[in-house]
T-cell receptor, first 115, second 116 residues
Framework: GGIITQTPKFLIGQEGQKLTLKCQQNFNHDTMYWYRQDSGKGLRLIYYSITENDLQKGDLSEGYDASREKKSSFSLTVTSAQKNEMAVFLC??????????????FGEGSKLTVL | GDSVTQTEGQVTVSESKSLIINCTYSATSIGYPNLFWYVRYPGEGLQLLLKVITAGQKGSSRGFEATYNKEATSFHLQKASVQESDSAVYYCALILTSGGNYKPTFGKGTSLVVHP
C-alpha cells in the first residue's frame, strides 16, 4: 500500500502572508488534488493535476496557486492569507480512467489558522 | 454540471438504533458514474468506507450498506444498529470514469453523532 503525506499538519500564519502546503504520495498515481474542507460546505476542489507538470483550476482556485513539480508531489500556496480563515486542506491522489474506479486516496489534512 | 445531495448537517442517533443517510446524485458529464462513501473519524484522515461501481450492486463495510440505484439516482447509506464509534462525518461522492473526467463530486457531508 501507499501513503499520502501532507506537511505541515498545522500551519499558523499572519494576514497577508504567503503560505505553502506540501503533499507527497508514493502510490505512483498520476492525478493529484487539493481540496478545502469547511464545516457545512463539504469538500471544495481548489486545484488538480492530471499528470506531472499539469495544472487545472477547480471551483475554488481564486486566492491559491499550485505546483506539480514531479509525479509524487503537489504543492498548494495561499497567496495572501485572510484573517479568520480557518480550514482543513486535503490532498488526494488517484488513477483515473477506464482501468480504475476513480477512487481517491487522501492525506490526513493540514489545518490552517490565520491570525 | 454534476452534483451530489446528501442529508445535510448533523444527524443524532441513539446507540443500537438504525441509521439512514440519504444521497442522490446527478451525472450530466460524459462518463460512467461510480459511487463512494467516505468517512472522517475524529482526529483521522478522510478514508473510503465503501464503493459500488456497478448499478444495482450493494457495497458494505463495517456494518454499513449502500445500494447503487441507477433509476432513482440514489446511494443511501444505511446501518441497522449504530455504535458510538460510528460518530464521524460521512461524505457521498460521485466519480465519473471512461470519459476523461477528473473532477470528483462530493456531497456537503453529514455529521453523525451517536449517543450511548
Amino acid at each position: 500500500g501507499g501513503i499520502i503525506t501532507q506537511t505541515p499538519k498545522f500551519l499558523i500564519g499572519q494576514e497577508g502572508q504567503k503560505l505553502t502546503l506540501k503533499c507527497q504520495q508514493n502510490f505512483n498515481h498520476d492525478t493529484m488534488y487539493w481540496y478545502r474542507q469547511d464545516s457545512g460546505k463539504g469538500l471544495r476542489l481548489i486545484y488538480y493535476s492530471i499528470t506531472e507538470n499539469d495544472l487545472q483550476k477547480g471551483d475554488l482556485s481564486e486566492g491559491y496557486d499550485a505546483s506539480r513539480e514531479k509525479k509524487s508531489s503537489f504543492s498548494l500556496t495561499v497567496t495572501s492569507a485572510q484573517k479568520n480563515e480557518m480550514a482543513v486542506f486535503l490532498c488526494a491522489s488517484s488513477i483515473p480512467g477506464d482501468a480504475n474506479t476513480g477512487q481517491l486516496y487522501f492525506g490526513e489534512g493540514s489545518k490552517l489558522t490565520v491570525l | 454540471g454534476d452534483s451530489v445531495t446528501q442529508t445535510e448537517g448533523q444527524v443524532t442517533v441513539s446507540e443500537s438504533k438504525s441509521l439512514i443517510i440519504n444521497c442522490t446524485y446527478s451525472a450530466t458529464s460524459i462518463g460512467y458514474p461510480n459511487l463512494f462513501w467516505y468517512v472522517r473519524y475524529p482526529g483521522e484522515g478522510l478514508q473510503l468506507l465503501l464503493k459500488v461501481i456497478t448499478a444495482g450492486q450493494k457495497g458494505s463495510s463495517r456494518g454499513f450498506e449502500a445500494t447503487y440505484n441507477k433509476e432513482a439516482t440514489s446511494f443511501h447509506l444505511q446501518k441497522a444498529s449504530v455504535q458510538e464509534s460510528d460518530s464521524a462525518v460521512y461524505y457521498c461522492a460521485l466519480i465519473l470514469t471512461s470519459g476523461g473526467n477528473y473532477k470528483p463530486t462530493f456531497g456537503k457531508g453529514t455529521s453523525l453523532v451517536v449517543h450511548p
